[in-house]
């Protein structure tokens, strides 16, 4: 099974930088996949790591360390457009299933 | 290119009651996903479908709850009888298939409310 832990909320100023953490505990791993859900709308997708490192994708970068279960998303120059819940999902190492963490609502101010 | 579609978006009806949900995926996309999300937290696996076959539909519950994907493309969700704890997000989501990882998009989910 997976156990996948991220904040439940966080709050920032609008063109500061967020940072959400996320960490897995799995007995296999094929990846992880951040999701971007606003309210009541569907989850999309922002990045997917499978190997060590930092994936950059314009305002937002996705970081995986899999020795440490963790990974964290990098949100960058943060719009009130960002102001969304944030999803870790770890994907098991059989087949393509999706666990997700609880995710992260991210509140942009002013 | 459309996204995945779901119909109905809400759906409000009584305890007991019977209730089906649509999904059609993006076009050539084998993997079609079955989620619930309860509010606040993130979505659960319900049921996965490779073509037509159910691969995985171990967290569904079998005594309510019935999917079908009969020709591999759009697939309908059921419960029979509704209770008070499904009220939720089901989410239908769609991906290329195979043996390796690959994104799965997400459509715009029904929000199923039991009273």
């Known amino acids: 099974g997976q156990n996948i832990d991220q904040p439940t909320e966080m709050t920032a100023t609008e063109g500061a930088i967020v940072q959400i953490n996320c960490t897995y505990q799995?007995?296999?791993?094929?990846?992880l996949f951040w999701y971007q859900q606003h309210a009541g709308e569907a989850p999309t997708f922002l990045s997917y790591?499978?190997?060590?490192g930092l994936e950059e994708k314009g305002r937002f970068s996705s970081f995986l360390s899999r020795s440490k279960g963790y990974s964290y998303l990098l949100l960058k120059e943060l719009q009130m457009k960002d102001s969304a819940s944030y999803l870790c999902a770890v994907v098991e190492a059989a087949g393509n299933k999706l666990t997700f963490g609880g995710g992260t609502r991210v509140l942009v101010k002013p | 290119e459309a996204g995945v579609v779901q119909s109905p978006r809400y759906k409000i009806i009584e305890k007991k009651q019977p209730v089906a949900f649509w999904c059609n995926p993006i076009?050539?996309?084998?993997?079609l996903y079955w989620y619930r999300q309860n509010l606040g937290q993130g979505p659960e696996l319900l049921i996965r479908?490779?073509?037509?076959?159910?691969?995985?539909d171990s967290q569904l519950p079998k005594d309510r709850f019935s999917a079908e994907r009969l020709k591999g493309v759009d697939s309908t969700l059921k419960i029979q009888p509704a209770e008070l704890g499904d009220s939720a997000v089901y989410l239908c989501a769609s991906s290329l298939g195979g043996p390796h990882t690959d994104t799965q998009y997400f459509g715009p989910g029904t929000r199923l409310t039991v009273l």
């Open positions: 790591n499978v190997l060590d």
């Open positions: 799995t007995s296999g791993f094929n990846g």
């Open positions: 076009s050539g996309h084998n993997t």
């Open positions: 479908y490779e073509n037509e076959e159910a691969v995985d």
